[in-house]
């Protein structure tokens, strides 16, 4: 029988942190270390070569860098006073394979000094969490090391499925809870007789009412009983939007009235329309699901079947009621035709069957998206009447703007180009030439980023390369810079998107070292760099998160789902699961 981890919270502020290494993940550890309040100290000899984060930290005197080898003495005399010098943490950087990480993961557990081992479960005593932090929440996630990638991913997904500003409603729970405490202690004492007041003159009505242990206990765990049903059973999106006025007014009704409950109302107010046989091609826009148009959203609680590309994010899926059936394309590498020719039979068996058929892609149908060749599938079909077409933002120019990056500005650029970095059956496309003033945006690229950059700055690439009519390589296009401005955009308007800030040079590099997230893309151009200015002698920067919409409360997909205030259980989404009604 395997056992599990005893998952801990650790209080570690004022601790003594000892990084061995000089690697990107040591400056990660640094940056986990100041982050909970610890002091992190870096041994590492005085001839290594310092990650750019590490030497950073080190100027700024945020991280002290001991320039030396690493001696056994270290873990027992660069602690903490108190503790008589032993430190708290042990952080080995190197990774199993270097006999180092043994001998100190031995020296630690001889210590009982809590000691991690990067990529070496068996050399730790404790691993580090994959952890979603807002505020006072923490939310960790482990595979308790068999796959640190996988945990990452459902952290993500967990993450992603929360509302906005929990960790502050969870900030002012607390002070509930607090100050509930402390007024039922005051009120405890004053039944209790234990609170002298010296400026009373008469006693009150109640001055020779006895007072059991009953009626104390109840007292004073009244609230707090009350605060717990609150927490239990209110919706997370309304207790991630409590207000103080909110906490008065429960406050005020705990006390006068702490039997009361609330419900909620599941009327159906409202039935399906029938509709007749028809097809809709709808663009889901680029993954935040505020960024459906209605007429897309009204289209998705309104078809009696849905096929979905796989890219449509779970934030739009979660939307589709449960009733209706869903196909997700099965597109991968040299399955791509097959899974199309599926999806267009799927379509025209409903579109026989008078059902109304939605075929929902990503972004927006006619941009990359085969919408034009399906319309002309089904009109020879003999349904070209029945088809519609519904715009949707396409992540070709939303990706950029939620990366901060202006597709067009004066004096910069004046133009945009969006490509495609994939042709016909996977074969590559011809490059655009460069254009000082132009902004390119390159979807379908990301799997071949070395192969593309090769093509945009050689004329000798193997796929690029154009023979003129002597034989000889055309080198008329123009070539790009590799010092040229671009920036990777993945998941754009999703939890958990991610913006790599580099140049043409490099960017193949940072992909590789930081690995991939799809769906992405690739925009190229001097307008990356006309909002956020270069970090100088920094090869490239990533950029975590997506928070477009945390200030745009009341004005989100609740309210359209709900019809305004009014509930409708006919239209309730998936929420986190769509099982056994999803086909894939």
Known sequence: MSHISLLTS??????????????????????????????????????????????????????????????????????????????????????????LSAYISQLCRRNRIPVNVSDASSLCTFSLLSTHTDGPLQIGVTTNGRGCKLSSRIRREIASCLPPNLGAACARLGTIRQRIQEEDHLTHMALSGDLDDEDSIDQTS??????????????????????????????????ASITDADVESVLKLSASNPSTSTTLDTTNHGSRTEMKGRIILAGSGPGHPDLLTRATHKAILTADIIL??????????????????????????????????????????????????????????????????????FRREGYGDVVSVLPGITSALSAPLFAGIPATQRGVSDQVLICTGTGRKGKPT????????????????????????????????????????????????RLWKKETPCAVVERASCPDQRVIRTTLEFVAAAIEEEGSRPPGLLVLGKACEVL?????????????????????????????????????????????????????
């Open 10 to 99: 650790i209080n570690s502020t004022g601790h003594i942190h000892l990084i061995i290494g000089s690697n990107p993940l040591a400056a990660a550890r640094c940056a986990k270390s100041l982050e909970v309040g610890a002091k992190p100290l870096l041994i590492a000899p005085e001839t290594t070569e310092l990650h750019y984060a590490l030497q950073k930290r080190i100027d700024n005197g945020e991280v002290e860098w001991l320039k030396k080898p690493f001696e056994d003495e270290d873990v027992l005399r660069l602690g903490r006073e108190e503790i008589n010098g032993v430190v708290d943490a042990v952080f080995v950087t190197f990774g199993p394979r270097d006999p």
């Open 206 to 239: 109640t001055f020779n009412k006895l007072v059991t242990e009953a009626d104390l206990d109840a007292a004073k765990n009244r609230r707090i009983r009350w605060l717990s049903q609150i927490c239990e059973y209110w919706p997370l999106r309304r207790l």
């Open 308 to 377: 979905a590309d796989k890219l449509v994010p779970s934030g739009v899926l979660d939307l589709i009621p449960r009733r209706t059936p869903v196909h997700i394309a099965r597109k991968f590498p040299g399955n791509a035709e097959l899974a199309q020719e599926e999806l267009l039979s799927l379509g025209l068996a409903g579109l026989k069957a008078g059902k109304s058929v939605l075929r929902l892609k990503q972004g927006d149908p006619y941009i990359y998206g085969r919408g034009g060749e399906e319309f002309e599938f």
């Open 430 to 477: 011809v490059p655009p030439e460069y254009v000082d003033t132009r902004t390119v945006i390159f979807l379908m690229a990301l799997h071949r980023i070395t192969g593309l950059v090769a093509d945009l700055t050689s004329w000798e690439s193997e796929d690029a390369k154009v023979l003129d009519g002597s034989g000889e390589v055309d080198r008329s296009r």
């Open 532 to 584: 956020n200015k270069p970090d100088k002698g920094r090869k490239w920067v990533v950029e975590e998160g997506f928070k477009g919409f945390d200030d745009f409360e009341g004005t989100g997909l609740q309210e359209l789902v709900l019809g305004g205030k009014e509930e409708r259980s006919d239209v309730i989404g998936r929420g986190g699961s769509y099982g056994r009604d999803l086909k894939v």
